[in-house]
T-cell receptor
């Protein structure tokens, strides 16, 4: 699976949009971009994933660049409960690595009042 | 619809002992993966079970073994426990037929003393 690079930490004011970047310059054509978050002492929570088109769900939006070498997770109106570690993961969903996610260190997002 | 459930939530074992952790996948999922998360680190893939067989394995010693039952539930066994096995053990479930989303349980906290 391709390696991802994320900032170690980010801050965001409550009510503002949180934009979390991720670089995955070695991504291959059949690899998806997944985002998970983990609140202290809990299991990782699925947020969103995409292949090449931008995606939106009730939690967030995922913007993938046209060359697919980077992506941004957008939390449109951050709340204090969004404070967590956010992981960007590239995985060959449906391929030989199906179901295997390689986690990096993630981005610690802190939402301030 | 129950998500991924794990038991026990917390346990303490003595070095050299054996432990069994259990996981029930999300309804409709047939693939179970196990991860180990040491304090301050991202989750690390241990192995994956599908159709009652180990399909993929990460870089973990043979002391780590597993089993999947006909109802898709799974067990993780760790023999000859070491202090370094103290971690959060996460179970994740998925199904190719249900899409590419992988869901995690809340984990089992293992402390080896």
């Amino acid at each position: 699976d391709a390696k991802t690079t994320q900032p170690t930490s980010m801050d965001c004011a409550e009510g503002r949009a949180a934009n979390l970047p991720c670089n995955h310059s070695t991504i291959s054509g059949n690899e998806y971009v997944y985002w998970y978050r983990q609140i202290h002492s809990q299991g990782p929570q699925y947020i969103i994933h995409g292949l090449k088109n931008n995606e939106t769900n009730e939690m967030a939006s995922l913007i993938i660049t046209e060359d697919r070498k980077s992506s941004t997770l957008i939390l449109p109106h951050a709340t204090l409960r969004d404070t967590a570690v956010y992981y960007c993961i590239v995985s060959n969903a449906g391929g030989t690595s199906y179901g295997k996610l390689t986690f990096g260190q993630g981005t610690i997002l802190t939402v301030h009042p | 619809d129950a998500g991924v459930t794990q038991s026990p939530t917390h346990l303490i074992k003595t070095r050299g002992q054996q432990v069994t952790l259990r996981c029930s996948p999300k309804s409709g999922h047939d693939t179970v993966s196990w991860y180990q998360q040491a304090l301050g680190q991202g989750p690390q893939f241990i192995f994956q079970y599908y159709e009652e067989e180990e399909r993929q394995r990460g870089n973990f010693p043979d002391r780590f073994s597993g089993h999947q039952f006909p109802n898709y539930s799974s067990e993780l066994n760790v023999n000859a426990l070491l202090l370094g096995d103290s971690a959060l053990y996460l179970c994740a479930s998925s199904s190719l037929e249900s899409g590419n989303t992988i869901y995690f349980g809340e984990g089992s906290w293992l402390t080896v003393v």
